[in-house]
């Protein structure tokens, strides 16, 4: 009996050192749900993140990226173990959009000569695509060379040819059933007319409708959009530019875009979501602040809204100049700072060019490293950011008001993001609690309801 009592007493004994543990780590994860624990040099995350694949969805802001001449793609100039490092940085990052042309930017002619097609690089990028979990997206651009004045992929087809470009796209869309977005054309190339130096856009809407009538012909369920219009801000505004005309710190919208995307959106035989890109920096003039320029997706949002329900895609939004002397963490925070703009000012999807980091023209912060060494295909400070990011953001976020030079918060269901965009130390206060945040630093914090 003593024995049996003894035994009882130490199993009792050890069953309230486990229950007295429990309790503790499940006050200490509450006590993550209401705070901002450091997590790593770059971003501080709540433990615990949802890690479910996250599906694109009506009502909800998703973030992607287009690829272009250099990625993980396999080949003599790239190393297979970078490519395979750079597959996995992908697989991390739920949800994303990736979009591909159907020629250029590293893809060859689809149709070299008429009714001859080859669409296995197409379908080489798609695979890439969909075997690390993105969504595919395909823009219908460029065109083959037959079709236009020049080999570029800059010009438009001459309008005697756009029933047969029409014809490719709708072949396209028939023979990758898996991809439900197509994007008609790119940045308007070829639709600048010098004449009357402004858009062609009766032109480029004429082959747009040619376009989508041959689509949902042979792909009802298929959601196409455009015009893919090009806005980026002006230092100064244009001569004869209206007051009502968009501007601010960021500088001036040109009118001529945005009276092109209104003569699309009338004339159009009809659209699933609108396409627009731009940078968020004037190409010349003086270039204010990196946080006050991403306010230019804000007001461009607003105006959109005013013209169409249509869902707002921004398909490429360049944030970086040239020489901006950004660290990369602050180029990471001030991405995640444009992701905030976009998606608490109603945008569906934002997107960037090129995410192989430090790769032709545009400067931004990829996700992974460079593919031709061993040693790249690393993921980079955003890569580590954005899972975190994007789960706030599949809900609705406002941004909080008056914060600091530098500093943006924004909150919703979701959670709370708070980035410092600086090069300096910041103390923010979130929720009554004030928080140090390192410049370049990114935090995150989610709702227990998310």
Sequence with gaps: ML????????????????????????????????????????????????????????????????????????????????????????????????????????????????????????????????????????????????????????????????????????RIAQSFPQVKYFVVWNELKGFWNKKTNDWNIRGYTAMYNDVYTAIKRVRPNALVGGPYAPIPPDAAPKAGTPPSTPRGAWGYLDPRTLNAIRYWLVNKAGADFLTVDGQDFPKTGPITNPLAATEMYVAVDKWLRQQTSLPIWWIESSIQPANSGWSESQAAAIRVAALVQLASSGARVGMQWQPQQGEGSVHDEGLWTATESRSGGRPTVLAHILPAVLAVLRHPVTVVASQRPGVLIASGRGGTIAVNTSAVWATVKSNGTSVSLRPGQVRVAYSRHS
């Design 3 to 170: 024995v049996a009592a003894r035994g009882r007493h130490r199993r009792s004994g050890r069953c309230a050192v486990v229950i007295l543990l429990a309790v503790v780590v499940i006050a200490m994860a509450l006590a993550a749900l209401m705070i901002f624990p450091y997590m790593s040099r770059h971003i501080a995350a709540i433990p615990g993140a949802p890690s479910r694949r996250i599906t694109p969805g009506d009502g909800q802001f998703s973030y992607g990226f287009d690829f272009a001449q250099r990625g993980p793609y396999s080949g003599p100039q790239f190393n297979a173990s970078a490519v395979a490092s750079a597959y996995r940085v992908l697989s991390s990052i739920p949800g994303m959009y990736e979009d591909t042309s159907i020629m250029d930017w590293g893809l060859p002619d689809p149709e070299p000569r008429p009714g001859s097609f080859d669409f296995s690089a197409i379908a080489s990028r798609i695979r890439l695509i969909t075997s690390t979990g993105g969504t595919p997206v395909v823009t219908l651009c460029a065109a083959p060379d037959w079709m236009k004045n020049r080999a570029s992929p800059d010009p438009a087809r001459t309008p005697v040819h756009y029933q047969d470009f029409a014809t490719l796209t709708a």
